[in-house]
């Protein structure tokens, strides 16, 4: 069943992750091309600073995870009711919060943003950015979390999928419809109401929830050693943008946000094949099958580094002619900044290769552990960004965010290999030779090609060097594969093969 279940994770994962990409790309296009790149760094620096208040809920959903692999696992429904009924009431307490942390945005952002739009404005698109907050918060979270502990990730990823095709309709009929930027993003948070209201439908129905039993927020006895953990990664994430807003102009914010949405694409396809993945090592962790952990980890950790050697070459190659095509005919910012392109891919590229060792830590519980890591990750990160900031400009928050990375994946590598799966590490650093090999080759073998076909133009023309790219990298890596990992290769088939016949 576990197994199955992750199967079933991926393919809702992956549709969900295909659709976000779609209309990830044609709602910013439609909000640049219609309102300007002012109003887009405004909403993103809003989104940001809104999101420093999910500091109050750090440290719940970690453990509450962890404690409900054990009570799924062992059937044991009281302990379940208990977990989700001490999450439900923290959940609606932080509601609260948003509300007054919200109305202080309201008052503070407009005077700290370098923007000339009216300060009632910006304080409109904090109301609303915060009103979507709330919705997932107060009617969203502790149902989220059951589904992610008992392997059913796909329904809240189905239910994702259904809300954002809706939502997305509905922003292009607005903007077509000439509506202005504050009723196109008040409907739109309104459409975020389906998902709470699907999700709850089906909870109802597979599970015998029990309203009206005590909080056992002995679940969250680990919340400090979590929340620490978790206020790190959250400043590590999000302090590029709030460095930026304080320092330059907001144009500039703007052009961050259309190469992040980049590095978010890359981060949300790379969660296909994870995001799943933390209930099952969860599950065979409570279980203490040592053995399986180890064969499924390997396999798990070479499905990762085939992934990076895959999109992030693929990545390194299309990036500055996707966003040529995608803010064409918007010119009151330039957009095409090479060194740039190159920093944020290479970004991504680090954040990614740490996702198996993230998964088993967190899959383990082992937030005291891994803590001082994760604070000493953010304080660098912070600090360098800082400093490079004010000496090479904007490009320097993801100069201090590449050395945090760095330092956070070895330090997250080190720690599973010695003290989950009790193996040596050696194996990481072939594998990273081996990735960043493979994206050197198809770089070069992409572009030698891609240089000779030039009978098209526009999107056309990148979707044909998209398709070239990606057969290439999908081929270096397949041939790479069969030379040095045969073994993990065959290992993934084989689980793709049990699934199939389940």
Not at 133 to 149: G, K, P, R
Not at 220 to 234: C, H
Not at 239 to 268: C, E, G, H, P
């Amino acid at each position: 069943m576990r197994t199955t279940r992750a199967a079933k994770n991926v393919i809702a994962s992956l549709l969900y992750k295909i659709v976000a990409l779609i209309c990830g790309l044609i709602v910013p296009r439609l909000m640049l091309s219609h309102f300007g790149s002012e109003y887009n760094g405004v909403v993103a620096s809003a989104t940001q600073f809104m999101n420093y208040i999910t500091i109050l809920t750090i440290g719940i959903a970690g453990p509450t995870r962890v404690a409900l692999y054990d009570s799924l696992a062992k059937h044991d429904e009281e302990k379940t009711n208990g977990v989700l009924k001490a999450t439900s009431a923290y959940m609606q307490k932080f509601s609260i919060a948003i509300v007054l942390y919200a109305s202080l945005i309201m008052i503070l952002l407009p005077q700290l943003a370098h923007t000339s739009l009216p300060a009632m404005e910006v304080a409109l698109l904090v109301a609303i950015v915060s009103f979507s907050m709330f919705v997932e918060y107060f009617f969203t979270v502790t149902n989220h979390t059951l589904l992610s502990a008992d392997q059913r990730e796909y329904v809240f990823d189905i239910t994702s999928t259904i809300t954002i095709i809706a939502n997305c309709i509905v922003i292009y009929a607005l903007i077509k419809s000439g509506y202005g930027i504050i009723i196109v993003r008040f409907v739109s948070a309104l459409v975020f109401f389906l998902k709470p209201v699907i999700i709850a439908l089906f909870i109802k129905r597979n599970y015998q929830i029990n309203r009206k039993v005590d909080p056992d927020y002995s679940a969250l006895k680990e919340r400090g050693d979590a929340a620490a953990t978790s206020i790190a990664n959250l400043v590590h994430d999000n302090i590029d943008l709030v460095i930026l807003t304080l320092f330059v102009d907001i144009k500039l914010v703007s052009v961050y946000t259309v190469y992040n949405m980049i590095a978010a694409q890359i981060r949300s396809v790379m969660q296909v094949f994870t995001g799943g993945m933390e209930a099952g090592f969860g599950n065979i962790i409570a279980r203490n099958e040592k053995e399986t952990l180890q064969r499924n980890f390997r396999i798990y950790e070479y499905l990762v580094f085939g992934f990076v050697s895959v999109v992030i070459s693929c990545a390194f190659v299309l990036i500055l002619p996707f966003i040529k095509n995608y803010t064409e005919g918007i010119h009151d910012i330039n957009y095409i900044v090479p060194s740039f392109a190159f920093l944020m891919v290479f970004c991504e590229a680090t954040y990614c290769i740490r996702q198996p060792y993230v998964t088993i830590v967190q899959a383990a519980g082992k937030y005291r552990e891994t803590r001082d890591g994760a604070i000493f990750e953010a304080v660098l990160n912070v600090i360098l960004s800082l400093i490079f900031v004010r000496l090479i400009g904007f490009q320097g928050v993801i100069v201090g965010t590449i050395f945090a990375n760095i330092f956070r994946s070895v330090q997250y590598c080190i720690y599973v290999y010695k003290n989950i799966l009790y193996k040596k590490q050696d194996i990481v650093l072939y594998r990273i030779i081996w990735c960043i090999a493979n994206i050197t080759i198809i770089c070069f073998c992409s572009k030698l090609i891609i240089y000779h076909v030039t009978f098209l133009n526009g999107w056309l023309l990148w979707v044909l060097h998209a398709g070239i790219a990606l057969l290439v990298a999908a081929f270096v890596t397949l041939m790479s594969s069969m030379m040095f990992y045969k073994s993990d290769l065959l290992g993934m088939k084989e689980t793709i093969l049990r699934v199939v016949k389940h």
